[in-house]
C-alpha cells in the first residue's frame, strides 16, 4: 500500500502563487509517476501535470507555463508550483500515483486539498 498526504493549498488572489506538496509513504518502489489532478464543483477530475521518476513531465494546456511541477526522488515528495493563478484554477487538488505510465491515473490518490482563487 502507498499513502499520499498532501499540504499546501489555500486561499489565494488572481495573480497569487501557492504550492502544493505531496509526500509519499509505504511501497513506494513500485511509484514510476507522481502527479496532480483537480475537481471542480460540477466537473470531472482532470490531470494537472504529473512526472515520472526519470522527470518526464506532461501538463494540462490550461496550465503549461504557469504551474511547473517537480519530484524529489529522494524526499519521496512531488511538488507543483502554481503561479499566475486564475479563478477557474479553483478546485479540490488531488495527488495521485502509480506504476504505469505517464498520463495514466495511478492507483493511489491522496485526500485532497482545497485550491480558491478570489478576490
Known amino acids: 500500500q502507498v499513502q499520499l498526504v498532501e499540504s499546501g493549498g489555500g486561499l489565494v488572489q488572481p495573480g497569487g502563487s501557492l504550492r502544493l506538496s505531496c509526500a509519499a509513504s509505504?511501497?513506494?518502489?513500485?511509484?514510476?509517476?507522481m502527479g496532480w489532478y483537480r475537481q471542480a464543483p460540477g466537473k470531472q477530475r482532470e490531470l494537472v501535470a504529473a512526472i515520472t521518476k526519470g522527470g518526464t513531465t506532461t501538463y494540462a494546456d490550461s496550465v503549461k507555463g504557469r504551474f511547473p511541477i517537480s519530484r524529489d526522488n529522494a524526499k519521496n515528495t512531488v511538488y507543483l508550483q502554481m503561479n499566475s493563478l486564475k479563478p477557474e484554477d479553483t478546485a479540490v487538488y488531488y495527488c495521485?500515483?502509480?506504476?504505469?505510465?505517464?498520463?495514466?491515473?495511478?492507483?493511489?490518490w491522496g485526500q485532497g486539498t482545497q485550491v480558491t482563487v478570489s478576490s
Open positions: 509505504g511501497n513506494i518502489f513500485r511509484l514510476n509517476v
Open positions: 495521485n500515483a502509480g506504476g504505469g505510465l505517464l498520463g495514466v491515473r495511478g492507483n493511489y
